[in-house]
């Protein structure tokens, strides 16, 4: 038996469980959120039939899981979901389109999370597209995702064609959130950037899909000279190397054109004929777009400004989940009696 033959087919018929697996687990899926949506229905209709308040749900509840002894998924709460559920999507129909594709409890967050039905569907698209967990859609609600993709200051327009240039800005984000950094107040850029590479995997995430890592203080020799870039990724969906670098100061004219040098060594030391422009992604602490847009309107490399959120910038909405020193203290207290 010839090895390589052999590995060939073990590999092809691999693949083909692994991808049958997958249709499985999504027809099982499915099956239960179009149960979950019809316990909501009928629930709903009797209700309205018979004048019943919520209280026959907890009743249904205790008869349904007597009956239905190890048959797992109806405690009163769910059931209090399933009725919302049907609520929220009236119509069967779209639940085949989207909604099915996703596991119930991201279901159940983004109905809790999300009002607007639209937003809801993007972000739902974006969760399948992307195969998030539930706690990863969470945080990506949170981080308001939705409202910083594309956001950032860039000249793609005018040195990128037309198709490429919109991928790209749809690529960018503003702000970048790295909540996920432990960092003291006197932290400086290789501090962060030590730290995005220890947290590789979260620093990944908040890039977005495409971005693969190729190193950090990457070298590169120009005249004799040594230049180090903060991080070099390859971006496999544009189709080109992209340059990070971190500021851990307010945006200043003269860091566009370092990093335009940056952009134009790699251009000709690394990148191969058959890829696109390599891009930039300046990540400040704080900037003014006016004064991006001034410093990038004659730069003729693709480059984008965005700033960097840690910690101890976080949005509202995340600040407002944490204790604050006068909360800490007092469960402090608490414990001491």
């Keep these: 038996m010839e090895l390589l033959a052999y590995q060939s087919l073990f590999s092809d018929i691999k693949q083909k469980i692994q991808r049958s697996q997958v249709k499985a687990a999504v027809a099982v899926n499915s099956e239960m959120i179009l149960l979950y949506w019809e316990i909501g229905k009928s629930i709903a209709e009797k209700q309205s039939q018979e004048g019943w308040s919520a209280g026959v749900i907890p009743q249904l509840s205790k008869d349904l899981q007597k009956d239905l002894p190890g048959t797992k998924g109806f405690s009163e709460r769910n059931l209090g979901r399933m009725l919302a559920f049907y609520r929220e999507y009236p119509e069967a129909s779209i639940l085949p389109q989207l909604v099915a594709k996703l596991p119930w409890g991201h279901n159940i967050l983004l109905i809790e999370k999300i009002k607007e039905k ?12 992307n195969n998030w967990s539930r706690d990863i859609l969470d945080t990506q609600v949170k981080t308001n995702l939705f409202g910083r993709i594309g956001n950032s200051v860039n000249n793609f327009e005018e040195t990128l064609p037309a198709p490429l240039s919109d991928l790209a800005n749809q690529t960018l984000k503003d702000p ?26 979260q620093f990944l995430l908040e890039l977005g899909k495409g971005f693969a890592f190729i ?16 991080l070099l990724f390859y971006h496999t969906r544009l189709k080109c190397y992209v340059v990070i670098e971190l500021k851990n100061t307010r ?10 040098f940056y952009l134009s060594a790699v251009d000709s030391l690394v990148k191969d004929v058959a890829d696109n422009p390599t891009i930039g992604i300046l990540l400040c602490k704080d900037k003014s777009n006016i004064e991006v847009e001034f410093a990038l309107r004659d730069i003729n490399k693709p480059m984008g ?32 009696k």
């Design 251 to 260: 945006f200043i004219p003269e860091y566009a054109g370092k990093l335009n």
């Design 118 to 129: 639209e937003l809801r569907f993007w972000y739902a698209e974006q969760c399948i597209a």
């Design 176 to 201: 970048y959130i790295f909540d996920f950094l432990t960092l003291d107040a006197q932290h400086r850029e290789r501090d962060i950037e030590k730290q995005l590479i220890q947290h590789i995997t």
């Design 305 to 336: 400004v965005s700033e960097l959120k840690l910690v101890e910038n976080l949005p509202d909405n995340l600040k407002s989940s944490l204790p604050t020193i006068e909360e800490i203290e007092v469960e402090f207290d608490k414990m001491k």
């Design 215 to 230: 190193g950090n203080q990457y070298h590169l020799k120009v005249a004799e000279s040594d230049y180090y870039l903060d």
